[in-house]
Every structure is written in C-alpha cells, then in structure tokens.
C-alpha cells in the first residue's frame, strides 16, 4: 500500500474512532430492562478504532520508502462488500440478528478470499450464534434473533 494513503486512513480511523466514543456517552441509559447499554458497543468499537489506527500511523513510519508501488484499487471487490454492508444493515431487523450476520459473513469471506464452503459456514454460523448467545444471553442485552416466520 502506498504510505500516504495509510497514513491517511489512520488519521480518519483515528478521528472516526474518538466521534464514536465521544457520541457514544451521550446515548441514553439502557432501554428494555437490559444491563447492557446501547452506548456500550459504539463505545468500544470507537476505541479498538482509534488504537488500530493507532497503531497504523506508527507502522507507516516504519515503511522503507521502496515499499511505495502502484496498485490498482480492487474496485469490483470493494462494491460487493459495500454492497453487503448496506443490505446488512437494512435487512437486520427484518433477518433477525443471526441470519443476517451469517450471510453478510458469508458474503464477506467468499469475496475476500474464495475458499472452502465448508469452511465459511462454520466460522460465519459459529460467529453469528457465538456473538448473539454472548450478547443476549450472558449479557442480558437486546438483539433481533430470528426473523418471525423462522421462530415460530
């Protein structure tokens, strides 16, 4: 990669980070009976943001200058994940929090590096039960599961 653009992208990490934790104290108290906030996860998202970014702007100082080609951007790649992303989102609540997670990481791992089926499924479902069992029912917090018509 080249350094300017690194360094570049650490510094909107960096600032994209700090916004989400300052932003992040000023949602409201849990709503729903949860002990889990909602300003909790915007909050450390915002601060593992900000320390990779972190440490992104001290690994550009470490770049020999002869590091520095030109690449072509991976724009069709780049248009699939995006792609990906907004459809996650606008699917969460209609999906439910697990099969949206899934296919989104379905979608994800397959256009990033084509690999095993096999493979893709059990990361992509383990992580989607993994993460909402974690959030739901250790932390007590609130996340949409299933869609109505899977859950019954």
């Known amino acids: 990669m080249s350094k300017k653009f690194d360094r570049a992208a650490a510094i909107v990490f960096i600032l994209i ?11 409201a108290d849990t709503a729903y009976g949860s002990v889990v906030g909602p300003d909790i996860f915007p909050m450390i998202l915002g601060g ?7 440490r992104l702007l001290m690994e550009t100082f470490r ?17 699939v ?3 990906a992303t907004i459809l996650y989102g606008a699917l969460l609540e209609t999906l439910g929090y697990i099969l949206s997670t899934f296919l989104f990481l379905v979608v994800a791992f397959q256009t990033m590096e084509r690999g095993s089926w ?4 059990l990361i992509s479902g383990a992580f989607s ?20 018509w899977l859950s019954g």
Do not use: C, H, N, W
């Open 17 to 27: 980070g700090v916004v989400f934790v300052a932003e992040s104290r000023r949602i």
């Open 48 to 54: 593992v943001l900000a320390l990779l970014g972190l």
């Open 63 to 79: 770049y020999p200058d002869q590091l520095e080609k030109k690449e072509r951007p991976d724009v069709k790649r780049f248009a």
């Open 129 to 148: 039960v993994g993460v909402y069992g974690l959030f739901v029912m250790v932390l007590e917090g609130t996340l949409p599961g299933l869609p109505f």
């Open 81 to 83: 994940i995006l792609a």
């Open 118 to 121: 096999g493979k893709t499924f």
